[in-house]
């Protein structure tokens, strides 16, 4: 790949997000009525990147849309015919700017689920057809804690290019092909770094991190040898019954990626679509069986099961916790419940 790090100044930034829209669709962080979301921008002066910590809605919906047409189907007599939409996501030209180390570290683990043994192939298109161009924290927000879950504030792992903002441009760290590509092609824009710009960026993260590790919280990665023990601790009823079950900590994670399917047929009756939509394990119905059997009746065991399944289950089955401590959930919760505070209380504070 050559060279690694580079410097681009914010006109440069700007000319290259012009030209990159020639080419992609390209989707970045645009200026919200109060928080920033993601969305696909059509001049560079859309993009916005000078936010705090996340953005509240996570980029996985740009390979796991939260309700997507599987195919559409027509109905002619004995006759059905299909149309895939498959081939319509395989065409399109992707790439997102601005996501957070964070959110990197949340995409590979969708990865895995969607690789493992079934490999979905809307998803699978997404990702090859999307070049990604990450982007480190400058500020973190009261909610974050990545330090403890190993997603930040420098992670690079799943990026094309991971971009710093030093304050009078990027520092640009090239981490693939798809990303060397793209300096390769575009060479005027990009300048070789000095060892100036790489310290500053060291400065940068390193206050990043200090800031976060005043949470003093347990290591998350380490936390599934006390959650095995704690099944039975009260612990799960106190948090339990004060949750709402509205699925919105499910639908902010950058790793929850439980899905429903259904047809919508047409008025017709000829023509219809099936369709696939986030579920929540929140909800009372999400483990509803044919014979009416509901198996998580109380809400206290979907609460358990959804940090078990974050912290526990996913280490059991990928090696790997799935919670990549970007405190969404929190910051949503109606409730106040706060994944943080719920394990401190569980693991005594990461005994
Ligand atoms: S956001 Fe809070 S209240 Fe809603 S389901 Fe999640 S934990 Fe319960
Ligand atoms: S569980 Fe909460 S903090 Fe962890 S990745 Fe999901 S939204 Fe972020």
Redesign the pocket.
């Known amino acids: 790949m050559g060279e690694k790090l580079f410097k681009v100044s914010y006109d440069d930034f700007n000319r290259l997000v012009e030209k990159l829209l020639t080419e992609y669709r390209v989707i970045a962080p645009v200026a919200g009525n109060g928080k920033p979301f993601f969305a696909e921008i059509s001049s560079p002066g859309e993009v916005f990147l000078k936010y705090k910590g996340h953005v509240l809605i996570p980029p996985k919906r740009f390979f796991f849309p939260e309700k997507e047409t599987l195919f559409k189907y027509f109905l002619d007599g004995d006759k059905v015919e299909i149309h895939d939409e498959l081939e319509k996501v395989k065409k399109s030209k992707n790439i997102i700017l601005g996501l957070r180390p964070c959110d990197l570290k949340?995409i590979l683990f969708l990865d895995k689920v969607f690789t493992k043994k079934y490999k979905d192939p809307y998803y699978l298109a997404r990702r090859e057809n999307t070049v990604i161009v990450a982007l480190t924290c400058n500020e973190p927000e009261e909610y974050c804690f990545c330090v403890f879950t190993g997603s930040g504030p420098y992670f690079k792992e799943g990026a094309d290019l991971l971009l710093t903002d030093l304050g009078d441009g990027f520092l640009v760290e090239v981490v693939s092909e798809k990303g060397s590509e793209i300096v390769k092609f575009n060479s005027d824009l990009f300048k070789k770094a000095g060892e100036d710009a790489e310290s500053r960026r060291k400065s940068i993260l390193r206050k990043v991190r200090e800031e976060i590790e005043r949470q003093r919280l347990p290591d998350f990665e380490k936390v599934h040898s006390v959650l095995r023990e704690e099944f039975s601790n009260p612990v799960w009823e106190t948090y339990g019954n004060i949750c709402l079950s509205c699925g919105k900590?499910n639908f902010?994670?950058?790793?929850?990626h439980c899905f429903n399917v259904y047809d919508e047929p047409g008025l017709d009756l000829k023509t219809g679509e099936r369709v696939r939509v986030w579920d929540s394990c929140h909800y009372l119905t999400f483990t509803k069986v044919a014979s009416g059997e509901i198996f998580r009746k109380e809400r206290p065991s979907r609460l358990k099961q959804r940090i078990y399944h974050?912290l526990l289950y996913t280490v059991d089955e990928f090696g790997v916790i799935s919670?990549?401590?970007?405190?969404?959930?929190?910051e949503v919760c109606s409730a106040g419940i706060d994944?943080r505070k719920v394990v401190m209380d569980v693991t005594g504070g990461g005994r």
Do not use: D, L, Q
Request: proline share 6%.
């Open positions: 949340g900590c902010v994670c950058p790793t929850c974050k919670c990549v401590g970007c405190g969404r959930c929190i994944i």
